[in-house]
Nanobody, 126 residues
Framework: QVQLVESGGGLVQAGGSLRLSCAASGLIFSGYVMGWFRQAPGKEREFVAAIRWTSGTTYYVDSVKGRFTISRDNLRNTVYLQMNSLKPEDTAVYYC???????????????????WGQGTQVTVSS
């Protein structure tokens, strides 16, 4: 059983930065992917970024490329999402998730993930 706990959300002005953390308890094995998703009010959950736990290969949605960076600390079983140049449209509840996902193309699909955190609110004011 894997448990995920997010932290680091908050209120920030447009152009500012936040770093989200996702601490995983339980065993993370080869083939696991750690992902970040977000859901804004009235919208569907959206893929943001993902990283393969072993290789460190990363994936991003086009709208955050160049602004967000996903990284992991294997020793701490923690994944980070560094968010820079934030925009009001980045406002959402951000969730981390994990699962043993193959092929890599499935890393963008929420259905591929088995475990989810409780979410953390990110609000970007204009």
């Amino acid at each position: 059983q894997v448990q995920l706990v997010e932290s680091g959300g908050g209120l920030v002005q447009a152009g500012g930065s936040l770093r989200l953390s996702c601490a995983a308890s339980g065993l993370i094995f080869s083939g696991y992917v750690m992902g970040w998703f977000r859901q804004a009010p009235g919208k569907e959950r959206e893929f943001v970024a993902a990283i393969r736990w072993t290789s460190g290969t990363t994936y991003y949605v086009d709208s955050v490329k160049g602004r967000f960076t996903i990284s992991r600390d294997n020793l701490r079983n923690t994944v980070y999402l560094q968010m820079n140049s934030l925009k009001p449209e980045d406002t959402a509840v951000y969730y981390c998730a994990t699962g043993r996902i193959y092929p890599a193309s499935e890393s963008r699909a929420s259905r591929a993930y088995d475990y989810w955190g409780q979410g953390t609110q990110v609000t970007v004011s204009s």
